[in-house]
């Protein structure tokens, strides 16, 4: 079993950047797939990017690439989730999720065993 919790959000003018933090606990991410999703009202939750733990590979949807970028630090157990040239439309609570078969990363919710709480991002225009 482990445990997630995010870290980071808040409000952020148009064009600003936040960093969201994951950290885990209750054992180590080493060859899970950790995932982050948004959600916003009204609107079904969404990946937007994905880093596989034992090889650093990432993925991205064309939403966000190019603006967002994950990443790992072995020695925190704690992954990053890098937001620049935000959006209003980038508002949502963000959550980050761990799929402890670290075959590939996934792009939908039913692959991810362990959630996180959620934290709020919002971008003002």
């Known amino acids: 079993q482990v445990q997630l919790v995010e870290s980071g959000g808040g409000l952020v003018q148009a064009g600003g950047s936040l960093r969201l933090s994951c950290a885990a606990s209750?054992?180590?991410?080493?060859?899970?797939?950790v995932g982050w999703f948004r959600q916003a009202p009204g609107k079904e939750r969404e990946f937007v990017a994905g880093i596989s733990w034992s090889s650093g590979s990432t993925y991205y949807p064309d939403s966000v690439k190019g603006r967002f970028t994950i990443s790992r630090d072995n020695a925190k157990n704690t992954v990053y989730l890098q937001m620049n040239s935000l959006k209003p439309e980038d508002t949502a609570v963000y959550y980050c999720?761990?799929?402890?078969?670290?075959?590939?990363?996934?792009?939908?919710?039913?692959?991810?065993?362990?959630w996180g709480q959620g934290t709020q991002v919002t971008v003002s225009s």
């Open positions: 209750g054992r180590t991410f080493s060859s899970y797939t």
């Open positions: 999720a761990a799929d402890p078969r670290g075959s590939r990363i996934g792009i939908y919710r039913d692959g991810y065993a362990y």
